[in-house]
């Protein structure tokens, strides 16, 4: 054989093997999911090992398994660190070949997770971190936020409380990227509305003792106290200011973010008369409780599902329906994502919605408020609804928006 032979047949060679190994790279149907949240603080009851039990609801629902698809799942404890999220999902990225990463509570560890996703070019479904940065200024082609943000809480209880004749307000705010963007949300929308921000003060993560802000609070003579914060630390909060008298003095709390597991904790005779604002609540119609029921079985703790739990399902389920549609996974992150942006989504927990070039998912929200203990028929049943927020008025207008995706 001649060189020039030899030449064009190592070439044909190559491109047969090329042809032959396009079609298995578009057919790869393996995934591999790692739900990122806190698993042992204070968001470990609205997430935690719920979350990952929803995730894997989100699987086996996908039906994705029967048509040959390999799914795993790994899951992990970010404890609130930013440095710490990082490194989990680097890890996760770089030597388990984690395609998507999902929940992310804290709005300090999901920015920075976040901008490592896009750096990796893999996926973040957002559901547990409510700053609306992720969908704003922060924006990324490989995030979506799925569930709630900051924007949605303030025009839903802050609005409502303002124009109810809350005029006057005094935060309380967890000093990090969730506290800060939740009262700077809230204090535009009361400005708005036509209200007054009198104060705030801002304390540290996890705290216990809620003592010197709740007199800070007292003092300040706000009709309304916006507590910015969430989890083991609105619970708390809400407990001494009981104590204080805050209520019974004539101010009222408001629980800008209150999920149900925090009413659960608190217990009804505590949390009665409590307004705030969530997009989802297990017994919202026939399709919630159905599936709320599912999940209670699958519980560790055998709770229902928190708003942010009942989003990782639904929004695992929508990044597997796509790859499905994809015909495989193409391990890119934003291709992925861009895909998930044509598909419209649905699903029994939230029904129709579409994801905005933004990456938020358009949902309407409810304004709930907690019943009194004698309203109450059985477990779980904690939630009177208020009003209906509409989709559109629960995200912030795309020609407000500061993404850079955003094209105007």
Known sequence: MTTGMARRFAASVALAALALATPALAQDKTVKIGVLNDMSSLYAD????????????????????????KIDLVSGDHQNKPDVGVNIARQWIDNDKVDVIADTPNSGVALAVSNLVKDKNVVLLNSGA????????????????????????????????????????????????????????????????????LGGVRHPLNTSDFSSFLLQAQSSKAK?????????????????????????????????????????SLGLKTAQGLTFTESFYWDLNDKTREWS???????????????TVAGVYAVVLHYLKTLDAMGGNPHDGAKVVAKMKELPTDDPLFGKGPLRADGRRLIPAYLFEVKKPEESKGPWDYYKQIATISAEDAAKPLEASECPLVKK
């Open 46 to 69: 609205i997430g935690g090992p719920n979350s990952v039990a929803a995730a894997k609801m989100a699987i086996d629902d996908s039906g994705l398994a029967a048509k040959g698809w």
């Open 130 to 197: 409510a700053t609306a940065d992720l969908t704003g200024k922060a924006c990324t082609p490989n995030t979506i936020s799925f569930t709630y943000d900051t924007y949605m809480l303030a025009n839903g209880t802050g609005k409502a409380l303002t124009k109810a004749g809350g005029d006057s307000w005094f935060f309380l705010t967890a000093d990090y990227a969730f506290g800060h963007a939740l009262e700077r949300d809230t204090s535009a929308v009361v400005t708005a509305s036509g209200g007054k921000v």
């Open 224 to 264: 309304v106290v916006g507590l910015a914060n969430a989890g083991g630390d609105t619970t708390n909060a809400i407990k001494q200011a009981s104590e204080f008298g805050i209520v019974a003095g004539g101010q009222k709390l408001a629980a800008l973010l209150l999920f149900i597991n925090d009413v659960h």
């Open 293 to 307: 029921k599912r999940f209670q079985k699958v519980s560790p703790k055998g709770t229902m599902p928190s708003m």
